[in-house]
């Protein structure tokens, strides 16, 4: 046999090259001229020989598909099979260019099969030719289509109307479902359909732990199918005899709600699942007028529009929620029985589609996720930059090509510092500040923007940390209004004058090391968290302000770090902590991202337990409070401390190792 194809270097196309192959008989493959490298290259991945698959130059736009005479004589009357698969499938391309692909481009592959006298005209629609059908579309139905405004629908739609009133060959028509990765190796070779939503249940995995419970949607239901069983389908129905005029719907006949789908991607990416899932058609009570007047609303459009971009979701793919077309199958069933070609089931493979995605199509591999290409030539300012999580952070960042301005209260201490990041190749400006002193942080602010213009990263890591129970400080106030001061006013003071800078050019991140205490509001350290707090509240307040204006604010709820502000207290020596550096990535995680919020999971579990039991929690933390006791020095003990005498109970080791990071 002899057989043409058109789209052979698509995603289905190749998956039946492979099938083709199998059979005797010369393949001769449209390919347009600047596509003849990737032929190859897929020739040479097939093992094909070149006189079995033949590249013919030509186009979709043209005429007969742009063939000249002489292909036109040596190709007439040979072809068996002309399979048509070339069409664009873009939810959002333009309408003229579906046009030209989708419907053009099948009026042309009719008329070449005319002037070919091809045996049989193969044409490969989509289950989107039904529009949005509401009930059973069959496989004899075309005609009753509805909700087809949808542009790719309708060129679907028409395109296969083509074929069904122009072509005067045999033909043979095959609508697949959403065409979903190779069900043995899991090869997909875009993101499209359920794709969409990885990237949310990616976001999941990050954030929560996997059993814990969700909630989510239900709405209607996916039709997948993978790429190997379409092709095989195709390939087999394909020549049997007998079976022309007739149309096949190669989908699931029983087909997983979306609510499923995401659960089992989620179950397949280690993600938690949704155990309760809303069905979106309880939204259909409300009335439609209603419905437009909110989502035109310029908040709801913003709002839906920055989570729909963040986690890469097309604004189109949201009308087909609540799916309403189910497909029968019969004809399909009929043709493949005794074929033993199986729709397998999508559990069984949904582990390969998510494996090659994270490898392959994670839209995060693409992006320039390093450090030098966010700072490289940029003014980042860190406070408390000569030693701790600030030298570390001072030190990554120079040496990705910034120009980092450090500031402490010490000179011997920033000297060291300047010397260490510049001994690394980097470049250190110092100042020396008091930024418990208002006055000292205006000037701080006034000789930066002097020397350097415009900050672009303003990092706010000095803070003083007190650990005291409140009935220890009864008679010291001093303690809320010290930490206070620098923990928040101080921030507070250089945000405020760094901010109009930023505002003039758009552009700007600021980033606040707040702590873990802040989630986990963790006993003896109300005065520390408070203070922390409030910076939390403000940055929250703050980026609902200039959100549009190009400055982002990032809080980092730091776990337990091992810095000389948490050495006075002993105990620390023997719990859990992160090193300066471990932080640091922290902070370059939040350069690179620029995320809301960075938190490890214990702190977000913590926070989501307090909301969901308050009381339960409460009781965790008192016993927390009970089993760790203030200090010698909070208790106003001098001389040799209680903690150096003996050292940390085994319970104390335990409860500290099992609430990882969190301050004690």
């Not at 620390?572 to 922290?586: I, K, Q, R």
């Not at 960075?598 to 989501?608: D, E, K, P, S, Y």
């Amino acid at each position: 046999m002899t057989y043409f194809v058109t789209g052979a270097t698509g995603f289905i196309g190749r998956h039946l090259l492979e099938k083709l192959l199998l059979r005797k008989g010369r393949i001769y493959c449209l390919v347009r001229k600047e596509s003849t490298a990737k032929f190859e290259a897929l020739r040479e991945r097939l093992g094909a020989d070149k006189d079995r698959l033949i590249a013919v130059s030509g186009d979709l736009g043209k005429a007969r598909l742009g063939l000249t005479p002489t292909s036109l004589k040596n190709l007439g009357g040979k072809i068996t099979h002309f399979f048509h698969l070339a069409a664009l499938y873009d939810l959002a391309a333009d309408e003229a260019s579906q046009v030209k692909a989708n419907i053009d481009g099948t009026r042309h592959a009719v008329q070449l099969a005319e002037v070919l006298k091809a045996g049989c005209f193969h044409h490969t629609s989509s289950i989107a030719a039904a529009g949005l059908y509401p009930g059973v579309f069959r496989e004899d139905m075309f005609d009753e289509a509805e909700g087809l405004d949808n542009v790719y629908f309708r060129t679907k739609h028409d395109s296969e109307g083509i074929v069904r009133s122009e072509c005067k060959r045999p033909f043979r028509i095959y609508r697949p479902g959403i065409v979903i990765g190779n069900s043995q190796t899991g090869e997909m070779d875009k993101i499209d359909g359920p794709y969409y939503f990885f990237q949310l249940i990616k976001k999941m995995r990050q954030v929560l732990p996997p059993w814990m419970p969700t909630v989510g949607l239900e709405g209607g239901r996916l039709n997948l199918v993978p790429v190997d069983w379409v092709a095989a389908s195709m390939d087999h129905i394909a020549h049997i005899p007998k079976l022309d005029s007739q149309c096949f719907h190669l989908t699931d006949p029983a087909p997983y709600r979306i609510g499923e789908v995401l659960n089992i991607f989620a179950d397949a990416g280690h993600a938690p699942k949704m155990s309760m899932r809303i069905d979106a058609r309880m939204f259909a009570f409300v009335p439609s007028a209603i419905r437009q007047a909110l989502s035109s609303l310029p908040p709801v459009r913003r709002m839906l529009n920055v989570f729909l971009r963040d986690f890469g979701i097309p604004a189109e793919i949201m009308r087909f929620i609540n799916y309403p077309t189910r497909f029968d199958t019969r004809e399909t069933d009929r043709a493949l029985r005794g074929s033993k070609i199986k729709l397998p089931k999508l559990q069984t493979y949904a582990w390969r589609l998510w494996d090659y995605w994270e490898r392959h199509l994670d839209p995060a591999l693409f992006v320039d996720h390093s450090l030098s290409g966010k700072v490289r030539r940029k003014v980042v300012v860190i406070t408390g930059g000569s030693s701790g999580i600030g030298k570390a952070v001072a030190i990554k960042v120079a040496a990705a090509g910034a120009k980092v301005v450090i500031c402490a209260r010490g000179e011997e201490e920033l000297a060291a510092a300047k010397m260490e990041i510049e001994g690394a190749g980097g470049t250190c400006h110092t100042y020396k500040v008091d930024l418990a002193e208002l006055a000292s942080c205006d000037a701080f602010v006034s000789q930066v923007t002097a020397d350097h213009g415009s900050v672009d990263i303003l990092i706010n890591n000095a803070g003083r940390s007190i650990r005291r129970a409140i009935a220890s400080s009864y008679d010291r106030f001093h303690d809320f209004e010290r930490t206070m001061q620098l923990n928040y006013f101080g921030s507070l003071r250089l945000i405020l004058g760094f901010l109009p800078k930023m505002t003039e050019r758009h552009r700007g991140h600021i980033i606040n090391i707040s702590s873990i205490g802040v989630l986990t509001n963790a006993p003896r350290f109300s005065a520390y968290v408070s203070s922390k707090a409030a910076l939390d509240a403000f940055s929250r307040c703050a980026q609902a302000e200039f959100s549009d204006l190009g400055i982002n604010f990032t809080t980092i709820n730091m776990p337990l770090v091992k810095t000389p502000m948490i050495a006075p207290t002993k105990m620390y020596d023997s719990v859990p902590t992160l090193s300066p550096e471990e932080a640091a990535d922290l902070v370059v995680e939040a350069i690179i991202e620029r995320p809301v919020r960075v938190a490890t999971r214990t702190g977000i579990f913590a926070q989501l337990f307090y909301s969901v039991s308050p009381r339960a929690y409460e009781i965790v933390m008192n016993t927390a409070f009970r089993l760790f006791p203030d200090s010698s020095a909070a208790k106003g003990i001098k001389g040799i401390r209680q903690e150096m005498q003996q050292g940390p109970s085994s319970e104390q080791v335990a409860f500290a190792a099992l609430m990882r990071g969190v301050h004690w």
